[in-house]
């Protein structure tokens, strides 16, 4: 009865490679977003979709990508992996301005 | 803008004993604020929030925050710690005015309760 998932849990991955993160969510909500904690534990917004559209869109570079297919799923595409890259995802849900429920976390390693 | 700090790095008590966790927020409208835990390689929790209403609100595992709007803050309670309460508290707020959809998080703040 997973609330908020996201696959995978783990990636490792050498630099210049690209890779992808999915997030599904079954709480029936509108709202989804990506954050980045850092090894500082500091967390970032980085995207929110509400209704399949972008509402937040940070300073990120463009080679993070987002796309949210429908309401239950977005996704993370990340393209030419760099080091500082490496930290731990989150996504998370919410009914739009309540609370979110966040996923476990993907933690990304990049070589 | 909308900012939100946690001014303590680390709090440590003893078991049994009270415990109070700080934030203090900045917004231009009214605000949302609310308090997550986290656990150890875990995502964040969701502990309760402050909307409107009453100015104590009462939450999970016994968790309680007080909003004070005099002093902009939105300190987190407990009457009696246990040593499960250890983890990295976050405080987040979201201002009210305009279509925000944005939660702007504390730094956090790791809770130690000792036996």
């Known amino acids: 009865d997973t609330a908020v998932s996201q696959t995978p849990k783990y990636l490792v991955t050498q630099m210049g490679n690209d890779k992808s993160i999915k997030c599904e969510q079954n709480?029936?909500?509108?709202?989804m977003y990506w954050y980045k904690q850092d090894s500082k534990k500091f967390l970032k917004i980085m995207f929110s979709?509400?209704?399949?559209?972008?509402?937040i869109n940070e300073t990120v570079p463009n080679r993070f990508s987002p796309k949210s297919p429908d309401k239950a799923h977005l996704n993370l595409h990340i393209n030419s992996l760099e080091l500082g890259d490496s930290a731990v995802y989150f996504c998370a849900s919410s009914r739009v301005y309540n609370e979110q429920f966040f996923g476990p976390g993907t933690r990304l390693t990049v070589l | 803008a909308q900012s939100v700090a946690q001014p303590e790095d680390q709090v440590n008590v003893a078991e049994g004993n009270p415990l109070t966790v700080k934030c203090t927020y900045s917004v231009s409208g009214n605000p949302y604020l609310f308090w997550y835990v986290q656990y150890p390689n875990r995502g964040l929790q969701f502990l309760l929030k402050?909307?409107?209403?009453?100015?104590l609100v009462k939450g999970s595992y016994g968790f309680e925050a007080e909003f004070n709007k005099s002093q902009t803050s939105f300190h987190l309670k407990k009457p009696s710690a246990l040593v499960s309460d250890s983890a990295l508290y976050f405080c987040?707020?979201?201002?009210?005015?305009?279509?925000?959809?944005?939660?702007?998080f504390g730094k956090g703040t790791l809770l130690t309760v000792n036996p």
């Open positions: 402050y909307i409107t209403g009453d100015n």
């Open positions: 709480l029936g909500h509108d709202t």
């Open positions: 987040a707020v979201r201002d009210m005015r305009g279509s925000n959809y944005k939660l702007t």
């Open positions: 979709y509400n209704n399949k559209e972008l509402i």
